[in-house]
């Protein structure tokens, strides 16, 4: 069974430009979280989108939004790109919303670097 | 605030050295304790999940326990293929979100 697909894998950016980040589940997968993961400051959790509506975010600010359609995939969007967004942007899938009972599917990631 | 620390944040081994990983953890109420293996370039793979304190899962030579403050990852007998950063998240009751360590980058040399 196909995992967890991002696109693109690599992404070079500058000052001020927005970004779109796709993300593929798992085939059968309604939820997908996205996570940023840097040196400094580990993984840490963007949103949660389920059945195409947003259930969860975490401290971001509002230049980072994303969407869900309804065959699960999803989107990430980043507005007016600073050089801290450098980063790598990680999807994961789970059949349902997050919890301890289902397992969570990451993808490979998206790298992100901002000039 | 839920938090969640790991340490130590580096370990080198040789191969067959068996060690223990440690993570920390301060929540409201714990619903859940993971642990997740991050090779370079890639996204993390989930090895266990833990729920209640005195609980233990245990997979090839990795073994996963479980208190009320924190959680250890042993590791027995380990191969050179068990180098990998290894994190650590819990989720808190009444939150989705999970809180992530900063991770424990683990080197076997052979």
């Known amino acids: 069974k196909a995992g967890v697909t991002q696109t693109p894998r690599y992404l070079i950016k500058t000052r001020g430009q927005q970004v779109t980040l796709s993300c593929s589940p798992i085939s059968g997968h309604r939820s997908v979280s996205w996570y940023q993961q840097t040196p400094g400051q580990g993984l840490q959790f963007l949103f949660e989108?389920?059945?195409?509506?947003?259930?969860n975010k975490g401290n971001f600010p509002g230049r980072f939004s994303g969407r869900q359609f309804s065959n699960s995939r999803s989107e990430m969007n980043v507005s007016t790109l600073e050089l801290g967004d450098s980063a790598l942007y990680l999807c994961a899938s789970s059949l349902n919303r997050l919890s301890p009972y289902n397992e969570q599917f990451f993808g490979p990631g998206t790298r992100l670097t901002v000039l | 605030e839920d938090q969640v620390t790991q340490s130590p944040e580096a370990l080198r081994l040789q191969e067959g050295e068996s060690s223990s990983l440690n993570c920390s953890y301060t929540?409201?109420?714990?619903?859940?304790l993971f642990w997740y293996r991050q090779d370079p370039g890639k996204g993390p793979e989930f090895l266990f999940t833990l729920y209640s304190a005195g609980e233990e899962k245990e997979k090839e030579r990795l073994k996963a326990t479980l208190t009320k403050k924190e959680s250890f990852l042993h590791i027995t007998a380990p191969k050179p293929e068990d180098s990998a950063t290894y994190l650590c998240?819990?989720?808190?009751?009444?939150?989705?979100?999970?809180?992530w360590g900063a991770g424990t980058k683990l080197i076997i040399k052979p």
């Open positions: 989108y389920f059945s195409e509506t947003q259930r």
């Open positions: 929540v409201s109420g714990l619903r859940g």
């Open positions: 998240a819990v989720q808190a009751e009444g939150n989705y979100q999970l809180i």
